[in-house]
């Protein structure tokens, strides 16, 4: 494990948040599993939001990293494919996917959460125009259909993770709510 004392702090708490799910990831708890004193995730972080912050700072970065690198050349393929790795890790990591937007734990303010957050937006962003380029709802606001998209994207994924689409196929509904959107 990484010998920097807020590094591991940060990797504690998102095993616990992996294993456990958000309620389980107290200042307490991250220190006992960081093996410091209780009091030492306080010498590094202001406080729990603090910490928790960071931690949903790595989750958008592993969410943008997943949007990178995508198959497919045209436009559209690639705007698709980043679709499907959104929802794919919200529901590979639901723990984490639940805390990024749960803004009574975290500082959504916070600088480098705020980055790495447009960040994520932006990159999809970037993939929404690259396909009104190629002719898809060319004359719609570039930032507003991408709210829209991840909008769709995050309620599907809600859904699947809190059991609203209990019964349903996954890739098959995804699919028909992309057809809307992209058809």
């Given at each position: 494990m990484d010998t920097d004392p807020r590094q591991r702090l940060i990797a504690s708490a998102t095993a616990l948040l992996t294993d456990e799910g958000v309620e389980a990831v107290t200042l307490r708890r991250i220190a006992r599993e960081a093996g410091v004193s209780h009091g030492a995730p306080l010498r590094h972080f202001a406080g729990r939001a603090e910490l928790l912050s960071a931690v949903a700072t790595t989750g958008f970065a592993e969410l943008r990293r997943r949007g990178e690198n995508l198959p497919g050349s045209a436009p559209r393929e690639r705007l698709l494919a980043a679709c499907r790795a959104?929802?794919?890790?919200?529901?590979?990591?639901?723990?984490?996917?639940?805390?990024?937007?749960r803004h009574d734990l975290i500082d959504a303010a916070e600088p480098e959460l705020a980055s790495t957050n447009t960040a994520a937006f932006d990159h999809l962003s970037e993939l929404v125009g690259a396909a009104q380029r190629d002719g898809w709802r060319a004359g719609t606001d570039r930032r507003l259909l991408t709210a829209s998209l991840w909008a769709a994207l995050h309620g599907l994924a809600e859904l699947w993770l809190w059991g609203g689409l209990d019964g349903t196929r996954v890739r098959a509904t995804l699919d028909v709510t992309l057809e809307t959107y992209l058809g």
């Open positions: 959104y929802l794919g890790f919200a529901l590979d990591n639901p723990a984490m996917f639940e805390l990024m937007f």
